[in-house]
């Protein structure tokens, strides 16, 4: 048999996934729906040309109109550059941060899991995560590392890291208890004495044998992660400890705008309904990917 | 001990001891087996549930759980290595490469997310360091061999899009992907349904003629066992309790066990409706190691000598041992030796 002619007719792992992930309508309008908020958020500004930070006194609390398609504020911001603008930064926090607590989620839940030594220190360490007060220690740490941040990397950068890490660090417990769980379950697994008994190392065994088994826990509690960073940005912002505030975000539009909800609604229903578009398509995503990467469910 | 020395041996089994560590105490799960398998030999184990046959396949390459598992004593020499005495990551080399495992149940041994090519291509990516297209050509001959159809197109196929006999016959390519001097199975058949466990050993008397190699099968089901093995070994309670050519220890089973446990196979002649034979009571508590006959409390011809006791393995005639105090043939107390 000829190894080429065996090549060619190897389909694609991924051809399949795409195939399946294409059946499920919600995640196919949740990847347009994001498609099309990340391609508003980076490439509308400049099509827009407004200053996100322009004041225009005389064009204050506008309703809809031409020149400021979704109005403008107290201060005479115009709303849609803000939230564009608004939208890269918070689309950045959310991922970043939501990068760093799956990583670090699943990293200590497989230690925990696939480590016996390991499991209890690891799984107290989680504990006393999940028991702190997560916005007081949030508080605490911003106003001890905003200026040293700051100093080192610039007032924008050094507080875009602290906030990404902060949450990223303050949110990969439930992740991690998660991956423990399903580590712990699926290692006393047949195959996985079976894969021992063909010489298999052990980290091999947790990279190709135990991860992909738990995948879909890991993609569920991903796309929660990234709807959960978004909006405790949008608290920080809240409280005035997030990003300085020439600098708009999703969630400090959305609480700038509260205190207006009478005169300008939509200060406050476009930044919701961005937040919300965001949340809900990353969800959508998220569950079609873990039916997509799941071969049981593939294939019906 | 087997008198054989010679130098056909491929695996030499001596005073394997295995224990656990539960909350009850010891469980003394394998006490002092000692058995050889030679080059070509299927060696066939059986005994009821929980008398050792798997632990003292597991214990050779360490693929118990330790802790709570721990092998406290004897050797395994393989190929001129001590397995008892070779730490995990020398192991590895051996297992799947020169040590071939199929498990008892095809549904959970293969990893339902990965393709079954993938499976079959591990152990020679991991042994051989065969490249990947060499790998995959490799895994269809395996799948050929085994009696898969199309097996070409059915690589890039998961687990769940096979049947169960599919499944075994899968993991039998598995086991057999890097020439094995040894294969271990594990009851292999046990979870197949009677027509497929028939298929299942066709093919492996098939490839034990092609290939030549040595293999353990560790069963409970003596109708197997009389079909495929060479010789055969009981177990009880984690001792061996008779080892002997598989003819010999049909026509003439030398040990009670051996004996109860053959008379409870159903008979294909005589009156239909017949009440299946068992064996009365339970096996022994294994939270002590005993010091009198395991098999004695079960025992329809115990007598004094067996509750003081244990029998040590004893050659009582060419290629038949027994761990027994009795003498079956004669039908009295057997000479001390």
Known sequence: MDSA????????????VWRQFRKHKGALVGVFVFAFIIIAVFVGPPIH?????????????????????????????????????GGQVSLAVGLSAALIALILGTLIGVLAGFVKSLNGPLMRLTDVFLS????????????????????????????FLLIVGLIGVTSWMHTARIVRGDVLSIKEREFVTAAHSIGTRRHRIVFRHILPNILSPIMVSATLGIANAIITESALSFLGLGFPPDFPTWGRLLY??????????????????FIALTVLSVNYIGDGLRDALDPRLRGR | MLSNPDSDVVLSVTDVVTQFDTADGRVHAVNGVSFDVREGELLGVVGESGCGKTVTMMSLVKLLPMPPGEIVGGSALFEGQDLIQTDIDALQKIRGGRIGF?????????????????????????????????????????????????????????????????????????????????????EPTTALDVTIQAQILDLVKTLRQELGMAIIWVT??????????????????????ERADVEKLYRTPKHPYTYALLRTLPEMEGERAQRLESIEGQPPDQLQRPDSCPFAPRCAYAFERCTQENPLLEFVSEGHEVACWWNMEKNAPREAS
């Open chain 2, 102 to 186: 199929i498990f008892q149940d095809p549904m959970t041994s293969l990893n339902p997310v990965l393709t079954v090519g993938y499976q079959l291509t591990e152990a020679l990516r991991l042994h051989k360091n065969s490249s990947k297209s060499a790998a995959r050509q490799r895994a269809v001959e395996l799948l050929e061999l085994v009696g898969i159809p199309m097996a070409k197109d059915r690589l890039d196929d998961y687990p769940h899009q096979f049947s169960g006999g599919m499944r075994q016959r899968v993991m039998i390519a598995i086991a057999l992907s890097c020439d094995p001097k040894l294969l271990i199975a594990d």
């Open chain 1, 132 to 159: 702190l007060p997560l916005l007081p220690l949030l508080l605490v740490s911003i106003m001890l590392f905003r200026d040293t941040l700051r100093a080192a990397f610039g007032p924008e950068t050094g507080i």
């Open chain 1, 256 to 273: 700038d705008g509260t205190n207006f909800i009478q005169i300008t609604p939509s200060r406050v229903i476009w930044p919701g309904v």
């Open chain 1, 49 to 85: 040309g407004v200053d996100p930070n322009a004041i225009d006194f005389k064009a204050r609390n506008l309703s809809p109109e031409w020149a400021h398609p979704l109005g403008t504020d107290n201060i005479g911001h115009d709303t849609l550059a803000q939230m564009l603008a």
């Open chain 2, 220 to 241: 409970h089901d003596l109708g197997v066992v009389a079909n495929l093995a060479d010789r055969v070994m009981v177990m009880y309670s984690g001792f061996v309790v």
């Open chain 1, 5 to 16: 002619v065996i090549e060619t007719e190897h389909r694609s792992m991924w051809t399949d």
